[in-house]
C-alpha cells in the first residue's frame, strides 16, 4: 500500500471522525507515517478537504443508490479516488484507482470491488456530471461548486455582489503563502531575507508590515537552526497587521485578553523592544505553556501569562493598560484557506450567539485601558455580525471610545487571511468629566 495515500487517509479520517484540525493532523501523520512525499500528502489532503461537498456531490451522482448511506471509510475513499481522477494530472487514471483499491482492502474490508466499481463508472460518466443550475438557485451552485455550507454563501451574498462573493468563496480554496515574522530583537528582516535564501527559500517582503517574509518556496521552515534560534516566527500577514495597528511602545504595559497560541503577544513584545510589560491571558491553562515556550525560543521575557475567563473583568488591571488587544474567538471565515473543515460548520445556535460574547468581551476588556489609552478589536472572520456591528454596539454604550481605523482584510483583494481590525481610542480624563 502506498504510505502517500495511507497518511492522506488517517488524515481525512482524523478530520472527519474526530474533527481534528487538517494542519494539527497533517503534522502530526507525517511525522508517524514518514510517508516518502509530504508534499503529495498535503496536496491530496487539503483538496479533498477543499472540495468535500463538490466531491459528495460526485459521489451521489455516480453511486447506483447515492451515497447517503455510505460508511465514513468508503465515502473518504472514493473522495481520494475522485480527486485523484479528477485534479491531479500527475497521477494516471490506473494508479488513483488501482491505489484506491488497495486502501479499500485496508479500510474499507470486503468493499473494494464496490470502490473499484464506481471509480471506473465515474470515469465513464464524469462529463455527464452537471453543476445545480445557477440562475434557478445560486446559493447552491456556489455553495456545490466551491465546497461551503449554504449559509456562508448566503451570509457573503448578503454583503458582497455575485462575483465578488464568487472571488472570495475561490480564493478560501486557494493555498496560501507561508510567512514568517523576522524577530526584530536578533535580526532584521533584511537579514532575515537572506538567511532563508541561503538555505534554498525564495521569498519576497510583505506588503502590509515590514517585518514580513512570504516563503514562495523552500522546505523544513520550522525544522531549521534559524527557527530553533528565535530568529522568526510563522504568522500570516493579517495577523501581524493587528500588532502594527496597536503600535506599542518600549515601556507600555500592553494586555492581550485571548492571547493563546500567543503569536501577536510575541509580535507585540518584539515592537516593544522587549521593554516593557506585556500581560498575555487565556481561559485555558493548557494553552499558555505554548505562550511560555514560544517566549523562550525568541527570547522575550517580558510577556507575563495567566488564566483568565475574558468575559469577566480583573479588578487589579483596571485602568492599567496602555494598549489592549481583544482578539476575539470567532466563527474563523477568514482562515479557511488554511483550515477548510471550517467550510463545514453547520449555523448552530452557539455561532448565532458569538457577537453577544463578543461583546462581553470587549466591554471588560475596555476597562484595562487608560485614559488616552488604544483598545485594539479583531477577529480572523468575514461577518459583519461579528465585527461592525460588534464595535458598533460597543461605542454607542460606551461613548468614552471612539473609532479610529478599522479595516477589512479580504484573502482575494490583499492576499490574506481575512482579518477584521478596529482601533478605538478612550478619551483623556479631562475630555470624559467634561472640564
Same mark, same amino acid.
Given at each position: ?30 511525522i508517524?507515517g ?8 498535503r ?10 461537498? %463538490?466531491?459528495d =456531490?460526485?459521489? +451521489?451522482? @455516480?453511486?447506483?443508490?447515492?451515497? #447517503?448511506?455510505?460508511?465514513?471509510? $468508503?465515502?473518504? *475513499? ?78 457573503? %451574498?448578503?454583503? =458582497?455582489?455575485? +462575483?465578488? @462573493?464568487?472571488?472570495?468563496?475561490? #480564493?478560501?480554496?486557494?493555498?496560501? $503563502?507561508?510567512? *514568517? ?33 512570504h ?35 518600549p ?11 500567543g ?5 507585540i ?13 487565556? *481561559? ?19 510577556v ?41 460548520k ?22 484595562y485601558?487608560k ?63 467634561g472640564?
Open positions: 500500500m502506498d504510505a502517500n495515500r495511507k497518511t492522506a487517509y488517517f488524515v481525512l479520517a482524523d478530520v472527519e471522525s474526530k474533527k481534528s484540525y487538517s494542519n494539527l493532523a497533517l503534522n502530526h501523520h507525517i508517524c514518514k510517508p516518502g512525499s509530504p508534499a503529495f500528502v496536496e491530496l489532503v487539503y483538496g479533498v478537504l477543499e472540495n468535500k461537498m %463538490l466531491l =456531490y460526485m459521489i +451521489d451522482r @455516480t453511486v447506483p443508490d447515492g451515497g #447517503a448511506k455510505l460508511k465514513t471509510s $468508503d465515502r473518504i *475513499v472514493l473522495r481520494m479516488g475522485i480527486y485523484q481522477l479528477e485534479h491531479m494530472k500527475s497521477v494516471p487514471e490506473y494508479a488513483a484507482v488501482n491505489e484506491s483499491v488497495e486502501l479499500a482492502k485496508r479500510f474499507c474490508r470486503g468493499r473494494e470491488g464496490f470502490i473499484n466499481a464506481n471509480l471506473r463508472a465515474f470515469i465513464k460518466g464524469k462529463y455527464a456530471i452537471s453543476l445545480p443550475d445557477r440562475s434557478e438557485d445560486e446559493v447552491r451552485y456556489l455553495s456545490v461548486k466551491y465546497s461551503y455550507e449554504p449559509w456562508i454563501v448566503e451570509l457573503w %451574498l448578503g454583503q =458582497y455582489n455575485a +462575483d465578488f @462573493t464568487e472571488e472570495l468563496l475561490k #480564493a478560501g480554496n486557494a493555498a496560501p $503563502d507561508l510567512v *514568517v515574522r523576522a524577530n526584530s530583537l536578533k535580526t532584521t528582516s533584511e537579514d532575515m531575507i537572506q538567511s532563508l535564501e541561503a538555505n534554498g527559500c525564495v521569498v519576497e517582503k510583505g506588503t502590509l508590515c515590514d517585518d514580513a517574509i516563503v514562495k518556496k523552500g522546505s523544513a521552515i520550522i525544522d531549521n537552526k534559524l527557527y530553533k534560534r528565535g530568529m522568526y516566527s510563522i504568522q500570516d500577514e493579517a495577523s501581524m497587521f493587528v500588532a502594527a495597528m496597536l503600535d506599542p511602545k515601556g507600555d504595559t500592553v494586555m492581550d485578553v485571548c492571547a493563546a497560541p503569536g501577536k503577544s510575541m509580535a513584545a518584539e515592537r516593544m523592544g522587549n521593554d516593557g510589560r506585556v500581560v498575555a491571558s487565556d *481561559v485555558y491553562i493548557r494553552k499558555l505553556g505554548l505562550i511560555n515556550k514560544e517566549a523562550a525560543r525568541l527570547g522575550i521575557s517580558i507575563e501569562t495567566r488564566t483568565w475567563d475574558a468575559t469577566r473583568v480583573d479588578s487589579e488591571m483596571v485602568e492599567k493598560a496602555d494598549k489592549v488587544l481583544v482578539d476575539a474567538p470567532c466563527t474563523g471565515l477568514g482562515t479557511i484557506r488554511r483550515k477548510p473543515e471550517i467550510k463545514y453547520k449555523r448552530t445556535a452557539d455561532i448565532d450567539s458569538l457577537p453577544t460574547k463578543q461583546l462581553q468581551i470587549l466591554s471588560a476588556s475596555s476597562k485601558v485614559p488616552g489609552g488604544t483598545l485594539i478589536y479583531s477577529t480572523c472572520t468575514i461577518n459583519p455580525n461579528e465585527n461592525q456591528k460588534v464595535t458598533g454596539e460597543f461605542i454607542k454604550r460606551n461613548p468614552s471610545f471612539a473609532k479610529e481605523e478599522a479595516i477589512q482584510l479580504m484573502p482575494n483583494v490583499n492576499g490574506t487571511d481575512g482579518f477584521f481590525i478596529c482601533k478605538m481610542r478612550r478619551a483623556e480624563a479631562l475630555a470624559r468629566t472640564l
